[in-house]
Nanobody, 124 residues
Framework: QVQLLESGGGLVQAGGSLRLSCAVS????????MGWFRQAPGKEREFVAA??????KIGYAGTVQGRFTISRDKNTVYLHMNTLRPEDTAVYYC???????????????????WGQGTQVTVSS
């Protein structure tokens, strides 16, 4: 089993920044892709960013491209969020997909493990 624990959420004004962290523990694999997803009130969960197991490929949703950055340091994955907007308000989840894939997936169904989520609220 793999456990994922997000942290770093909070309340921030529009234009501000936050850094989310996702600590990976439990059974560790040599290759796992990591993704960030978010779910706003009344909406379906959507893809935000993903990082290939060897950090060689990254994907972003168009709505966050240029503002958010995904990175990894050992067993922690980060989501650096800049120039935040009220529409970025959501619960943010990290997820792990086990196995070496050509590209990190943007599909929720491909991920094997999920964290419990952390709330990000951006005020206008």
């Amino acid at each position: 089993q793999v456990q994922l624990l997000e942290s770093g959420g909070g309340l921030v004004q529009a234009g501000g920044s936050l850094r989310l962290s996702c600590a990976v523990s439990g059974r560790t694999y040599s290759n796992y892709d990591m993704g960030w997803f978010r779910q706003a009130p009344g909406k379906e969960r959507e893809f935000v960013a993903a990082l290939r197991w060897d950090d060689s490929k990254i994907g972003y949703a168009g709505t966050v491209q240029g503002r958010f950055t995904i990175s990894r340091d050992k067993n922690t994955v980060y989501l650096h969020m800049n120039t935040l907007r009220p529409e970025d308000t959501a619960v943010y989840y990290c997820a792990a997909e086990i196995g070496g894939h050509l590209n990190p997936s943007q599909r929720e169904a491909d991920y094997d493990y999920w964290g419990q989520g952390t709330q990000v609220t951006v005020s206008s």
